[in-house]
């Protein structure tokens, strides 16, 4: 059903969440050299936080 799809799609940005959070505490992310991929996963956690944003939202309105 459409509540277990968004549960395990929020599962999977939750999980994709965290990998890029801990990419970004490493430091040498922000060397100059990697700038290209700094800016490439600010992106995606911006990507991946409002994806989240709109799901748990869907996944409220279902169940409330």
Same mark, same amino acid.
């Given at each position: ?14 999980k994709?969440?965290?990998?890029? !959070? @801990?990419?970004?505490?490493?430091s040498? #992310?922000? &060397?100059? %050299? ?9 992106? !995606? @956690?911006?990507?991946?936080?409002d994806? #989240?944003? &709109?799901? %748990? ?8």
């Open positions: 059903n459409r509540i277990q799809r968004l549960e395990t799609m929020l599962e999977r940005l939750h994709r969440k965290t990998e890029i !959070e @801990q990419q970004l505490s490493d040498s #992310i922000y &060397q100059i %050299e990697n700038k290209q991929q700094l800016d490439n996963l600010l992106y !995606e @956690q911006a990507k991946v936080a994806e #989240i944003q &709109q799901l %748990e939202a869907e996944w409220l309105e279902l169940c409330g």
